[in-house]
């Protein structure tokens, strides 16, 4: 057969951008993205002349500007006299702290209540139906207020837990003391404290570094004892026992810091009409995480049981074969196996918990909403670079959440041959 020169590849024209399949996606791609940013630059243009009529200018220097309001939940030092910035990083803290202490409960509970409705036990499994129908069905606001309602109305004063018969009785032996006021836990206090690391206004405890050091270090060895635990049961055919070098590998070092820097436990004691010592929790942060748990887990419960159910009977029958007891089955083949129908869904549960902590205003918790698209909003006027900032910030928020999930399904996923 005769072979032409160039009839493979012809020489480029105009007209197959248009003609060429080689070429047409890409023009039209192309076109979109132009259009897009077009419409984009016309809004954003639209915008600044608009803010221009109304004797507006479009400009973030509101930020350094003293925020003049309090904010009663701290997690860094803050006053009054500080800046609009420092106030929306306060906000941001605030969000961060109850998005993870509220992700980490609302998991525990909706795995307990999805693998308990399960159970065989009749009675069991309808009061977790009736907890997650009634709690997925009604809406979270409603699930706040009436939370704040029980820690407004119901919950004693701090006097009610003094004198000999007191009228109310702390929790987990004597160590929490809810009230209508503040909720009192323990806080954890050093006898040998290292000093901190200067951080501006912050600071950073040596005994935080040494601590995070040392679970890295553990992790660290942690994955050569599992190579080489990897590398002897392929010589040998015999994985040898090392979990109990993995879990001293762990607990050892920081039980070892924890004797050496004292920690110990500050309980709160009641003293006149108040408690001392210990913590007190802000009853609106309390709330909401409550709220949030009790709500985000009935939807993680339905996740967990749907991710049961999706997972073959013979792989539990084929564990009580081999002489594996219920709860063993579940830990260690059923739960394992339902983790990749389980991760994908929770990850919108964890999305949709962080983005829901915005209905704090509800309670008077000063997050990033309360703050930032709050009380600075309302005191500078500056409504479109508040809104953008607070968009921007939940956007990366939940990139991140999702990114790191992502990792996590893509460890536990099923791998293909």
Known sequence: MVQYPGANSPPFKLSMLIYDRRYRSLTIQAVVFILVMLVAAWLIN????????????????????????????????????????????VGLLNTLQVTIFGCITATIVGVMVGVLRLSPNWLI?????????????????????????????????????????????????????????????????????????????????????WFAGGLVLAWIAHRFLKNWAQRVQDQTGRR???????????????????????????????????????????????????ALTLYTGAFIAEIVRGGILSVSKGQSEAAFALGLRPGRTMSLVVLPQALRVIVPPLISQYLNLMKNSSLAIAVGFMDLRGTLGGTTLNQTGREMECMILMMGIYLLLSLIISGGMNVFNNRVKLKER
Request: glycine residues 6%.
């Open 125 to 209: 499994s309808r009061l977790m139906t009736v907890y997650v129908e009634v709690f997925r069905n009604i809406p979270l606001l409603l699930w706040i207020l009436v939370v704040l309602a029980i820690f407004t109305e119901v919950m004693p004063q701090p006097n009610a837990y003094r004198g000999e018969n007191p009228q109310a009785h702390m929790l987990l032996f004597d160590t929490i003391a809810p009230t209508n006021r503040y909720t009192a836990v323990p806080s954890i206090l050093m006898s040998n404290d290292p000093g901190v690391i200067p951080l501006g206004r912050e600071g950073l405890n040596w005994a935080v570094v």
């Open 240 to 290: 040898p026992t090392t979990w109990w070098i993995t879990a001293l590998m762990f607990i050892a070092p920081p039980l070892l810091l924890s004797w050496y820097f004292g920690l110990h436990l500050d309980r709160p004691v009641l003293k006149g009409f108040n408690f001392t010592g210990g913590a007190k929790l802000d009853n609106a942060f309390v709330v909401l995480w409550i």
């Open 46 to 89: 639209n915008t600044i002349e608009n803010l221009a009529r109304l004797g507006k200018t479009f400009s973030f220097e509101f930020l350094f500007r003293r925020a003049g309001y309090d904010i009663p939940q701290q997690l860094i030092p803050y006053t009054s006299d500080d800046t609009n910035l420092r106030a929306a990083i």
